[in-house]
């Protein structure tokens, strides 16, 4: 009877350090309003943000302006500023930060910093892979008379276009559809133990650089059609075009995309497409995990943001 007693003390302890676990967790986990998507009126893109519109979105109040673009309304191309137009998915977007702490914005003042006056327009969308980029730059690149296109690359923009149903304007996005059991604090272990056995050298992703290679490999063509259309579009209209390739942030030697970046970034090459690799913003052999913008979301924070933006601006200027 005293061993239950004991056993029956110990489960209780357990669950309420288990529920103060999960409250604390549960009021870190970045929060959503009213889905900032409409489905997207150019053929081949899944959607698009939705102009004049506001609302809260990965923790964090975001303005899409009329242009239908992050960020405030747009003035007029300005004679001596220059025009920086930034295409991409949720990195260029910025997932899970304030708009100051975006890639756009920190490029602007680092491209000021280096004496250059410069207006950057953040033409990222979440879920965005290489085709629909492509697609939209083809549309839209003309309206927005860009002098630099920058199409900000990431591993998995070879994936793929996912199909796509109608969009409910009043839905708000669940931020714990994805967690185990609903639990915050399950989600945090489940990263925290992935994270632990890798250092341990245990490989915990079911991604192997073998099937990085086979989905590069199956994607190449659209890729490659992709980077050709946006090369065209701002050929067009005299746009200066380069792809800025964002790193996958793991610890080292736990890549599971490297293949596809070192094919991404050969196929570049024979392009002719100039390339700024924003490895080269993180020391070799860095623990890159530590530049999540938080313990549930592994996009970049803003201090990463501002490194390769000083990295791109080193090149633009």
């Keep these: 009877m005293r061993k239950l007693k004991v056993s029956g003390a110990v489960l209780l302890v357990l669950a309420l350090v288990f529920a103060v676990a999960e409250l604390v967790l549960r009021a870190g986990v970045p929060r959503n309003g009213t889905t900032p998507f409409r489905l997207s009126e150019i053929e081949g893109v899944a959607s698009e943000l939705r102009p004049g519109f506001r ?67 953040n033409c990222g969308v979440p879920g965005y892979n ?35 149903d109608a969009i409910d304007p009043t839905a708000e996005i669940d931020a714990f559809h994805d967690f185990p059991l609903r639990s915050a604090f399950l989600e945090w272990t489940k990263s925290h133990v992935k994270l632990l056995l890798q250092r341990l050298g245990v490989k915990t992703s079911r991604r192997t650089h073998e099937w990085s290679r086979h989905e590069y490999a199956s994607g190449r063509e659209t890729f490659l059609e992709a980077l050709r259309r946006m090369d065209a579009a701002c050929e067009e209209i005299g746009a200066r075009f380069l792809v800025a390739s964002y790193p996958f942030l793991a610890l080292p030697g736990h890549d599971p995309f490297t293949p596809i970046y070192e094919s991404a970034h ?17 020391s070799p052999g860095e623990d890159l995990t530590d530049h999540w913008v938080s313990a549930f ?21």
């Design 297 to 317: 979301d592994m996009h970049p924070d803003g201090e990463t943001h501002g490194r390769v933006a000083e990295l791109l601006a080193e090149r633009l200027l």
């Design 55 to 121: 609302t809260l979105y990965k923790g964090h109040e975001i303005e899409i302006n009329a242009d239908g673009l992050r960020g405030p309304e747009l003035s007029g191309p300005e004679e001596g500023v220059r025009r920086v137009a930034l295409f991409g998915d949720s990195m260029t977007f910025g997932n899970g930060v304030a708009l100051g702490d975006t890639l756009g914005v920190r490029l602007a003042e680092h491209l000021a910093a280096g004496g250059a006056r410069a207006q950057v327009l």
């Design 130 to 164: 290489a085709d629909q980029v492509s697609r939209v730059v083809a549309e839209r690149v003309g309206a927005l008379a860009p002098d630099t296109v920058v199409y900000v690359f990431f591993a998995n923009d070879v994936e793929p276009t996912p199909s796509w």
């Design 266 to 282: 050969a196929d570049l090459r024979e392009l002719g497409i100039e390339l700024v690799d924003f490895g080269g913003a993180f």
